[in-house]
């Protein structure tokens, strides 16, 4: 079936960086977009970053441009995603995801920003 499994998450100061992967299994992940999501309390899941099959295609948020790399190595069926200069409005956690169709959400990674 398919999995997800996001991993990397953690406490980091304002302006600091941090790199959650993601691990998916049961599909044919090199023939496929991805995309991270990020979700907080009480508001809908926001996408924030997506790559194509062969990554030559990737978009952002406007609110994460200049600042989250997405990034995928299809031989190991990961999706990555680099986060710098990170600032407390980018507390949340970050979820995988297929770009299109959507599939069942793994059980995402904790990003907390704060000093």
């Known amino acids: 079936q398919v999995q997800f499994v996001e991993s990397g998450g953690g406490l980091v100061q304002p302006g600091g960086s941090l790199r959650v992967s993601c691990a998916a299994s049961?599909?044919?992940?090199?023939?496929?977009?991805m995309s991270w999501h990020r979700q907080t309390p009480g508001k809908e899941r926001e996408l924030v970053a997506s790559?194509?099959?062969?990554?030559?295609?990737?978009n952002y948020a406007d609110s994460v441009k200049g600042r989250f790399t997405i990034s995928r190595d299809n031989a190991k069926n990961t999706v990555y995603l680099q986060m710098t200069s990170l600032k407390p409005e980018d507390t949340a956690v970050y979820y995988c995801?297929?770009?299109?169709?959507?599939?069942?959400w793994g059980q995402g990674t904790q990003v907390t920003v704060s000093s």
């Open positions: 049961g599909f044919a992940f090199s023939s496929l977009s």
């Open positions: 995801n297929t770009l299109r169709p959507r599939r069942a």
């Open positions: 790559i194509s099959s062969t990554g030559g295609t990737i």
